[in-house]
């Protein structure tokens, strides 16, 4: 299960995660957020903030297939992910290994990471 939010005003997709993803839905999440990416023309100037507090541990073959995909994405300017889970945050770690990303406890950690650079507290 996913959904995906644009702020127009800072160039924002927000996207919120939950539950374990099969791999089909991989590819149909890809495919909607490069849409949305491209349906509010943010291709290269936009930031993303990711909520997975909601997601248990996933699959390695999910993990891969998500890493898979995601390196087709349009690079963003600034990425957070929110994760209150120490072993989810393992796992987001070698997922995200971009210098402009940041796993964040919660939602306004993310927004002010991505909106404003301001780093997130341990």
């Known amino acids: ?17 939950g539950g374990l993803m099969p791999l089909d839905e991989v590819a149909a999440y890809i495919a909607d957020l490069k849409h949305t990416i491209a349906t509010h023309k943010l291709d290269g100037n936009y930031a ?14 999910m993990i891969k297939a998500m890493g898979a995909h995601m390196a087709t994405m349009p690079k963003a300017r ?13 796992q987001i770690r070698r997922l995200f290994t971009q210098p402009y990303a940041r796993i964040v406890a919660t939602l306004d950690q993310g ?5 404003s ?4 507290t341990a």
Do not use: N
Not at 78 to 90: E, H, Q, W
């Open 78 to 90: 600034s990425l957070a992910i929110v994760t209150g889970s120490s072993l989810a945050r393992m």
């Open 117 to 120: 650079g301001t780093e997130p």
């Open 111 to 115: 927004r002010a990471w991505v909106i």
């Open 48 to 61: 993303m903030v990711i909520d997975v507090s909601a997601c248990p541990i996933q699959s390695q073959d």
């Open 1 to 17: 299960m996913y959904s995906i939010q644009v702020d127009t005003a800072h160039d924002v997709v927000e996207v919120t995660l």
